[in-house]
């Protein structure tokens, strides 16, 4: 039997799965979708590009450390690159991950984000973008801050079950 022979980017890409979203550690950042790729330059050193869930995340740097720290693990060492374009959204989060969210009291982002070529002043609200309670399922919620534990959330109240919960924005 043959074992199969990985690439130093697919060791990398296997031991950076594990590293979770060090504000929210039920889910990783490649399930997030902070994780963007893992390539092997023409020199043989490898690169490991990140993209934050908006410019200012202050986590950004705890999760360049801890992927040195799973590279190491492995006996890698990577260049990690911070790429902003194209900036993330939340349509990279997985199924996997959304589900996570959810069962850890995060409601996930319920709607697509909006079109690049869009400019919205004022968000519009419809029953469509009613965001379920990730307690009790009710959709009679209301945001009670425009920003929650952070700034990629925000802060609703679920007016069934009184509870308040973070609900990741849409963006």
Known sequence: MAIPICSPA??????????????IPVVTIAELGILRS?????DGTLE????????GCPAMGQIEDDVRAALATQGLDAAVVTR??????????????REKLR??????????????????????????????CPRCGSSD??????????????LYKCLACLEPFDHFKPY
Do not use: M
Request: glycine share 4%; hydrophobic share 40%.
């Open 141 to 154: 919620t209301t945001e009670v801050s425009h920003f929650g534990s952070t700034a990629c959330k925000a």
């Open 48 to 55: 490991v590009v990140i993209t934050p869930t908006y410019s």
């Open 10 to 23: 697919e060791r990398a890409w296997q031991a950076l799965e594990g590293v979770t979203d060090p504000e």
């Open 103 to 132: 069962a850890f009291g995060i409601a996930p982002p319920n709607a697509q984000a909006p079109s690049a070529n869009v400019v919205r002043l004022a968000p519009r609200r419809s029953a469509a973008d009613a965001v379920p």
């Open 84 to 97: 902003l374009a194209p900036a993330w959204t939340t349509d990279w989060i997985t199924p996997v991950a």
């Open 38 to 42: 893992v390539n092997e330059r023409e």
